[in-house]
């Protein structure tokens, strides 16, 4: 009987220390490609909710901020229902988040859905840092991901999906660099778009000292589109 119960408990032994296998893998996770935890509590906390005043509703504004010169003043509006019957409603507006953008360095990676990869890298688009050496060495390269980000429809908050002006009401990809061959080629960029000749030239560039100025003041000229500030 002893004989019995030692060999029943060696061999529940040995199926214990046997590797079980089923036929489910897990991905491996790339040390190149982190997780930016976008879908996460990070939603609430790491958004700049101050940035989105002032918040108008019908006319009035509620906190401090500038208030774009294209603002409707109107205080009420008429909006179509799903059977174009007409909806009496009151104008709202706000600096409202709609698009995201992910620079990545390892092409292909999106930290912003969760580290996963597109496809397989391309060694000729991994991305370049650069250094200060005041050379050829010292331009920088990288990719970047498109995305539209309608933050506030995303969350359910005080704003209709309808009232989108472009329209999109999720979480969308819109543009990745991987797969446009100007975005790492100069020459074929300027070809495929050569009103930039009318731009990358010393009397361009010096009118943007007129924005330069007047966006000191915070108030940009939309007219020089061509220019952005001071450039930080």
């Known amino acids: 009987m002893k004989r019995w119960t030692l060999a029943w408990a ?10 079980v296998y089923s036929e489910t893998t897990t991905n491996s ?7 930016a935890e976008l879908w996460s509590g990070k939603l609430i906390t790491d958004i700049c909710w101050s940035c989105l005043f002032p918040i108008r509703a019908a006319g009035a504004s509620l906190g ?10 109107e205080k009420f509006c008429f909006c179509t229902d799903s059977m174009n019957i007409p909806e009496l409603g009151m104008t709202m507006g706000l600096w409202n988040p709609a698009r995201l953008i992910e620079i990545v360095r390892n092409p292909w990676c999106s930290p912003a859905l969760g580290g996963h990869k597109f496809s397989a890298s391309n060694v000729r688009l991994i991305a370049t840092t650069g250094k200060a050496d005041f050379d050829a060495s010292e ?7 498109y995305f539209a980000f309608p933050l506030t429809i995303l969350l359910d908050l005080f704003w209709d999906g309808r009232c989108n002006s472009d329209g999109y009401r999720d979480f969308d990809l819109l543009y990745v660099s991987e797969l446009d ?11 495929t778009s050569p009103e930039t000749a009318l731009f990358a030239n010393p009397l361009a ?3 943007c000292v007129a924005d330069a100025a007047a966006a000191a003041t915070g108030n940009p000229l939309d007219a020089l589109f061509w220019c952005a500030g001071a450039w930080g």
């Open 64 to 73: 401090g901020g500038n208030v774009p010169s294209i603002a409707t003043d």
């Open 139 to 145: 331009m920088s390269f990288f990719n970047y991901h």
């Open 205 to 207: 560039i010096s009118a």
């Open 181 to 191: 061959p100007t975005w790492n080629n100069d020459l074929l960029a300027f070809f």
């Open 10 to 19: 060696l061999g529940a032994l040995v199926t214990l220390a046997t590797p």
């Open 29 to 35: 996770i790339d040390p190149l490609c982190s997780d």
